[in-house]
């Protein structure tokens, strides 16, 4: 009898201990897996977030089409923007107005100026110096200089060093033009205030010869120029554009891009549209 009841009371112990302990079992396993649970959701945060720095860092490349280097060549040649038919202008006035056989000029000035249609700040100072040759028949002047020029508009900031060496011809003669040959090199750092493109490094080089100068007016009216223009990203291999310039009329000056299209410059607003 005794024995009976120490073997229930034995089993009964045993029982509520089993039952203890898969209840402790089942409370630990629950408690394992929502800590895993838990880690493995910050794990999944930490790397979510890695990936997505990772990709905020990494540059975005933009690649510029044949339109965009056309604006830019547009910026570079107009009177708008004080380009480079705007200083052919203030070549040949000077060269008019100043220069005698043998005589030598140096000159340093600063010009600010708004564009006619509001839409062109710019900044423009430079170093030059004339020298006028009577060795060649209707007279020579040897031209150089170095500018530094900051231009605005509504999209973008261009902050510019530019230099040139011009050698200006026919200068004493009856001819309606004076004859212009040498290169003009600019190279800018081109800030945005929009989102169409990003902020680059652009060099853009001229050679030419020959080009004609209308002694009148200062416009350029004939004659043909190379050009190169680089667009550069920080962290990229950049884009080469390259072609030819045909002055002809200075509102329908020609932009024909190597193995690409035609643009049609006019030069004294820097409007610019693909010919058709």
Known sequence: MVNQFSCSLVAAILSHRNKNYQNMKKSITSKLTLKSAIMALIAGIIFFTSCSSDDADEPVVFVIDEGDAAEFVAVVLSVNTYGFSANAIHVSEVVADNMTCGSQSQDSEIIKKTSLDGTVTYNYAFDESYTYSCDVPGGSVTYSFLAEQQLSTASSYV??????????????????????????????????????????????????????????????????????????????????????????????????FTDGGTYVLNMLTGEITKAQ
């Open 159 to 256: 902050d510019s060093d530019i230099s040139g060496i011009w050698t200006v011809s026919d200068i004493d003669n009856s001819e309606p033009s004076y004859m212009l040959s040498g290169i003009y090199k600019q190279n800018s750092d081109r800030d945005l205030t929009t989102d169409e493109l990003p902020s680059a490094f652009i060099t853009t080089d001229l050679y030419f010869t020959d080009l004609k100068i209308e002694k009148e007016t200062g416009y350029l009216i004939g004659g043909t120029s190379q050009f190169e223009l680089a667009w550069r990203q920080i962290d990229s291999d950049g884009q080469v554009f390259q072609g030819t310039i045909n002055f002809s009329d200075p509102e329908a000056t020609e932009v024909i």
